[in-house]
């Protein structure tokens, strides 16, 4: 649930500034370039959230105010610059694309496929990485320095 609301809460964060981006651009001088515009400065928004911040502090804006933080499988460590583009490429070419081609196409049983060929879990995405309640991520790690003492 926490994931979804972080989702929730990035799309409203996003939301947000494109209402306070639209003034800028329609006073750009025309319709196709203000539309270009804007989508050029979302575009830089998404990736400085998803990419940028994610890669700082483990977390986008939404996942920051849930508790929610990525790693990098299998050893919980920070995901790297390659793995979080394209985490963010895979989020804004293909999810979207998902439920019209669940209506177009029968219904499966089986979920997403990992690049591997195995089953995705349910918290993995296909870069490789896991979003984890922080909470659970300090457990963990405790957990990992007892055994190593």
């Known amino acids: 649930m926490r994931r979804y609301l972080a989702v929730g809460l990035d799309a409203y964060l996003c939301l947000l500034s494109v209402g306070l981006l639209v003034r800028s651009c329609l006073d750009s001088g025309g319709t196709g370039r203000a539309i270009a515009l804007l989508v050029v400065q979302l575009t830089v928004l998404s990736f400085a959230n998803q990419v940028l911040l994610t890669m700082a502090v483990r977390a986008s804006a939404g996942k920051l105010i849930m508790g ?30 998902q439920p019209w081609r669940r209506l177009r196409g029968p219904a499966t049983a089986r979920g997403p496929e990992h690049p591997a060929g195995r089953p995705a879990e349910p918290h993995e995405d296909l870069a490789g990485v896991r979003q984890v309640r922080r909470s659970d991520l300090r457990s963990y790690r405790a957990a990992v320095r007892e055994r190593t003492d």
């Open 68 to 97: 929610v933080r990525v790693i990098r499988l299998p050893d919980a460590g920070r995901p790297g610059f390659r793995r979080l583009v394209l985490r963010w490429l895979y989020g804004l070419l293909w999810l979207p694309l």
